[in-house]
């Protein structure tokens, strides 16, 4: 008798410990996959950042370049100049370090229905 019990609470033991492995790969898998996709959006991120500070660096007088609000590196909502440097927030993720330029012309951004507007004077 005591030994049947044994098996079965043993038995049991190994199916709770099976199942605590399982849910722990579900979740790890789960979890990697997420900081892959926020980490993607983070890279989207800094290109647009440092494809605009090049475009500000070549630029001449009286230039304009548009950033759509749906672009390829995801939906952007905000451009900001400050200190020398491009911010750009897409997807809700604001940026923090920004990428610097260098110009020696004024720059300043507007904001269409659906676009961003950088105009350099």
């Known amino acids: 008798m005591k030994g ?22 579900i979740f790890a898998v789960f979890f990697m996959a997420t900081s892959e996709k ?26 304009s370049f548009e950033i759509p609000k749906k672009n390829l590196n995801g ?16 997807e809700g993720l604001v940026s923090f370090k920004g990428c610097p330029y260098f110009s020696k012309y004024s720059i300043s951004v507007e904001e269409s229905q659906d676009k961003f507007i950088i105009r350099i004077k």
């Open 4 to 25: 049947g019990k044994f098996s079965k609470r043993a038995e049991l033991m190994h199916e709770v410990i099976i199942h605590i492995i399982l849910v722990g790969l």
């Open 38 to 63: 926020i980490n993607a959006r983070g890279v989207r991120q800094q290109v647009l950042e440092k494809q605009t500070a090049l475009l500000i660096d070549s630029a001449v007088l009286g230039m």
């Open 75 to 90: 939906i952007v909502q905000s451009v900001e100049l400050k200190e020398g440097k491009v911010f750009i927030g897409i």
